[in-house]
């Protein structure tokens, strides 16, 4: 059981960042060959995929409303997967969530949530 912890959510202005980690939490967990996604669940909304990154890291997907605006990034240790949010709007706001796929090491598949763990969230609010 791969326990997922997701941390660097906050309160911030229009037009700032934050970023977003997930980390692979228990003893001897790690990210490492784990395609890693991350949802948002606005509030009054369905939880909606947002962005992916493959488990080698080269493999990226993006919903287009934040494509020019989140990056996705991972250590090669296999430890953690980060998400910089530039840019944020009002319409960012929500509970930031990552999780797992065990069958996302080469490539992520765009809109595929059937992962196989899931984070506990981490709240982002934007507005002045």
């Known amino acids: 059981q791969l326990k997922l912890v997701e941390s660097g959510g906050g309160l911030v202005q229009p037009g700032g960042s934050l970023r977003l980690s997930c980390v692979a939490s228990?003893?001897?967990?790690?990210?490492?060959?784990?395609?890693v996604a991350w949802f948002r669940q606005a509030p009054g909304k369905e939880r909606e995929w947002i962005a992916c990154?493959?488990?080698?890291?080269?493999?990226?997907e993006h919903i287009d409303s934040v494509k020019d605006r989140f990056t996705l990034s991972r250590d090669n240790a296999g430890n953690a997967v980060w998400m910089q949010m530039n840019k944020l709007e009002p319409e960012d706001t929500g509970v930031y969530y990552c999780?797992?796929?065990?069958?996302?090491?080469?490539?992520?598949?765009?809109?595929?949530?059937?992962?196989?763990?899931w984070g506990s969230g981490t709240p982002v609010t934007v507005s002045s």
């Open positions: 990154i493959s488990g080698t890291g080269n493999s990226v």
């Open positions: 999780a797992a796929d065990s069958g996302g090491a080469i490539l992520c598949a765009y809109g595929y949530s059937n992962m196989d763990y």
């Open positions: 228990g003893d001897g967990d790690s990210l490492d060959n784990y395609g």
